[in-house]
């Protein structure tokens, strides 16, 4: 669906259509800003983002250290390091690499949210095999996901994959406390997610939000549902714990098609179509949910980034957004399985689709005091530093 033809753009589009000349974002997103040359700021963001990262000398030489550090502290330990697995290809190519190329010890931790598709499944067993890798996996109270996932529709808000993101952010520390490791490896990189609007969803890790949306709209008491609370994320962890979150994947030349082949080759991985596709909820939330409600398209963000880091060209990115995001048979199937695992019927899930689109800031968060610490960002590093 193009954002121009969704029946609520004029409260969510507000800006005559312009598309940056360098990536394919454009005014879907409304709080994107142009300079004189028509580049967006999204794009301007990742340049400065590169740029402090240092030259490919000054990163593998942050990588050498990090990777000299993380053998040092496992010294004695059964792991030396921690890392999510989903199945994707950010953390499947971490896990990869840190083996493989770094010659690390990650305890992986797969959390098991009730939507996993079985190309997931496969992937994530393949890599556990090949690498000999031990995983620890969480599995969610279905009865307290499907709540909040259900809180989290009726809310009308953006980013339905909030619960389960904060699922496995909370998992992974708990996780990590458990075996008493203080470094977590991500497979969060610039090169293949650096744009993400932020009119477009909001933090996952805000558990204010989260308890603040299904307070109003949940039905069932969180009894299991591991909360990462505020105290845990600014406090707890980085400051008692001493755990520190590595990006490894931003110091090295890492290339997401690349990637793919070695994958396939070494760990016998398989494709399964879109970013984050392999959760059927997040494919739904995606590919349909968003488009159809708000005229998102998040295929622009992801493609964008590739673009940005000239893992494509700007031509080839718009050629792929031509396709159909679904096909109306699969659309068909995949609503009617998402809204009978959710416990919806079809009636009230018709009637929040036609309701007007709401925004995180319409709910209690802790919007403002994350603005504040952006702000104080040298600041507060100053202090985080002393606590290492």
């Given at each position: 669906m193009n954002y121009r033809e969704n029946l609520h753009t004029?409260?969510?589009?507000?800006?005559?259509?312009?598309?940056?000349?360098?990536?394919?974002?454009?005014?879907?997103?409304?709080?994107?800003?142009?300079?004189e040359h028509g580049v967006c700021n999204h794009c301007k963001m990742y340049d400065s983002y590169i740029a402090e990262l240092g030259t490919p000398d000054e990163k593998m030489s942050e990588l050498n250290s990090l990777v000299a550090h993380l053998k040092n502290a496992g010294k004695g330990k059964e792991y030396d390091c921690i890392m999510g697995l989903s199945g994707g290809?950010?953390?499947?190519?971490?896990?990869?690499?840190?083996?493989?190329?770094?010659?690390?010890?990650?305890?992986?931790?797969?959390?098991?949210?009730?939507?996993?598709?079985?190309l997931a499944v496969n992937n994530i067993q393949n890599i556990v095999q090949r690498l000999n890798l031990d995983l620890h996996t969480v599995v969610m109270d279905w009865e307290e996901i499907k709540d909040l996932q259900q809180a989290y529709f009726r809310s009308g808000t953006a980013n339905l994959d909030v619960p389960q993101d904060h699922a496995f952010i909370a998992s992974l520390y708990r996780?990590?406390?458990?075996?008493?490791?203080?470094?977590?490896?991500?497979?969060?990189?610039?090169?293949?997610?650096?744009?993400?609007?932020a009119a477009w969803g909001y933090d996952a890790g805000d558990p204010k939000s989260l308890l603040a949306i299904h307070k109003k709209f949940g039905k069932h008491q969180l009894k299991h549902f591991p909360i990462h609370s505020t105290f845990d994320k600014l406090i707890y962890y980085p400051l008692i714990r001493k755990m520190r979150t590595h990006r490894p994947l931003e110091w090295i030349d890492y290339n997401k098609f690349a990637a793919k082949k070695i994958l396939m080759k070494e760990l016998g991985w398989r494709d399964y179509g879109g970013k984050h596709y392999e959760s059927?909820?997040?494919?739904?939330?995606?590919?349909?949910?968003?488009?159809?409600?708000?005229?998102?398209?998040?295929?622009?963000?992801?493609?964008?980034?590739?673009?940005?880091s000239g893992q494509m060209t700007k031509e080839e990115a718009k050629i792929e957004l031509e396709f159909p995001l679904y096909n109306p048979i699969e659309l068909n199937e995949d609503k009617i399985f998402w809204t009978k695992k959710l416990g919806l019927?079809?009636?009230?899930?018709?009637?929040?689709?036609?309701?007007?689109?709401?925004f995180y800031s319409d709910y209690p968060s802790n919007d403002n005091l994350y603005k504040w610490m952006r702000k104080n960002l040298h600041f507060l590093s100053g202090i985080y530093k002393k606590f290492r």
């Open positions: 004029d409260i969510l589009h507000k800006h005559p259509h312009q598309e940056c000349v360098r990536c394919v974002m454009d005014t879907s997103d409304p709080w994107i800003e142009f300079d290809v950010d953390s499947s190519y971490l896990a990869w690499y840190a083996v493989k190329q770094l010659g690390l010890r990650p305890l992986a931790v797969h959390v098991d949210a009730g939507w996993n598709s079985e996780e990590a406390r458990k075996y008493g490791i203080k470094d977590i490896l991500s497979g969060g990189n610039m090169q293949t997610e650096s744009i993400l609007p059927v909820f997040t494919k739904f939330f995606q590919a349909h949910y968003l488009p159809a409600k708000f005229g998102y398209d998040k295929r622009k963000a992801h493609l964008a980034s590739l673009v940005v019927n079809m009636l009230e899930y018709e009637r929040i689709m036609a309701e007007s689109p709401r």
